[in-house]
């Protein structure tokens, strides 16, 4: 079955820390891969997304994530934590081909930054 | 307005109720989605629509009905709804419905009583 794991709930690092958020999934075809962070309330933005090529790819506020087919993981990096990434985090894997648009989910990861 | 809005930001709504949540995206897209997002589970896509034409009913209750008259437009009708139903309703939207990066509206919180 697919599945998107975010074995992290939650997570709290001090400001200026680096950050590790993982994120395993499983799924029988080529994914494409996302980071999106959601705010309190509101949606989700996009950081970054992998669909082919180099595996480490940049994303915006300086996050970064790294695709490792052979551990099946995508985890998202920052080298310094600010108080205002305090949020919460989704993983999210999809098909290449796909015909549905459809995404799975991770639960998500939520981060407190302390001061 | 850009990027993709969604109205109204919060509903309540008895369970004999019926209401619509609106999305609207100024984007340019031709793909849009419904997912539901209750606490502490993942997000549970509902419908995908492309280019007006419904892709995908992720096994809806039909309490829910989704109406796309255009492109840009995309509408989730409520009716006879159970108090589970309470989450937060996220509209997205895409150029297409393969690989595109989906593009997520704030959301409406909604509460059934």
């Known amino acids: 079955a697919q599945s998107v794991t975010q074995p992290d709930i939650h997570i709290t690092v001090s400001e200026g820390a680096s950050l590790e958020l993982r994120c395993n999934y499983s799924?029988?075809?080529?994914?494409?891969l996302f980071w999106y962070v959601q705010s309190p309330g509101q949606g989700l933005q996009l950081l970054l997304k992998y669909f082919s090529g180099d595996t480490l790819v940049q994303g915006i506020k300086g996050f970064e994530a790294e695709f490792k087919r052979s551990q099946s993981s995508f985890n998202l990096r920052k080298p310094s934590v600010h108080w205002s990434d305090a949020a919460e985090y989704f993983c999210a894997v999809g098909a290449i081909p796909s015909n549905t648009g459809k995404l799975i989910f991770g639960q998500g990861t939520t981060l407190q930054v302390k001061p | 307005e850009t990027g993709v809005t969604q109205t109204p930001r919060h509903l309540v709504m008895g369970m004999t109720n019926k209401k619509s949540l609106k999305c609207e995206q100024h984007l340019g897209h031709n793909a849009m989605y419904w997912y539901k997002q209750s606490a502490k589970k993942p997000l549970e896509l509902m419908f995908v629509?492309?280019?007006?034409?419904?892709?995908e009913n992720n096994s809806v209750p039909s309490r829910f009905s989704p109406e796309c008259p255009n492109s840009s437009h995309l509408f989730l009708h409520l009716h006879t709804l159970q108090p589970e139903d309470s989450a937060l309703y996220l509209c997205a939207s895409s150029q297409g419905q393969d690989t595109d990066t989906q593009y997520f509206g704030p959301g409406t919180r909604l509460t059934v009583l």
């Open positions: 799924y029988g075809a080529t994914p494409y």
């Open positions: 629509y492309n280019f007006k034409e419904q892709t």
